[in-house]
Nanobody
Framework: QVQLVESGGGLVQAGGSLRLSCAPS????????MGWYRQAPGKQRELVAR???????NYADSVKGRFTISRDNGKNTLYLQMNILKPEDTAVYYC???????????????WGQGTQVAVSS
């Protein structure tokens, strides 16, 4: 299986910045698209940003212009640079990866354990 290890969450004041990282591990797997999702208490999990292997990205309207998703294809490491943070960004952030075994067409969907981001006003 593919394991996703997230880091970079914490408590920050409104207007501040955080950088989240996600480092996949696993042998004989090919990582396709990756993304960041978040879930606040009482709300559904929502897409924050997604990036394909070729570098195409899409963002939730609420974070456009403030967040930037990127990836290192060599290490399959995923990043989320979060600037001008707002209290409404407070949530648990989850790393997601679409992966398949080398030589196999079946795609698996993996999730990290999540990292807490709290933005104070």
């Amino acid at each position: 299986q593919v394991q996703l290890v997230e880091s970079g969450g914490g408590l920050v004041q409104a207007g501040g910045s955080l950088r989240l990282s996600c480092a996949p591990s696993g042998s004989d797997w090919s990582i396709n698209a990756m993304g960041w999702y978040r879930q606040a208490p009482g709300k559904q999990r929502e897409l924050v940003a997604r990036i394909t292997r070729s570098g195409s990205t899409n963002y939730a309207d609420s974070v456009k212009g403030r967040f930037t998703i990127s990836r290192d294809n060599g290490k399959n490491t995923l990043y989320l640079q979060m600037n001008i943070l707002k209290p409404e960004d407070t949530a648990v952030y989850y790393c997601n990866a679409e992966a398949r075994r080398v030589g196999n067409s079946y795609v698996y969907n993996y999730w990290g354990q999540g990292t807490q981001v709290a933005v104070s006003s």
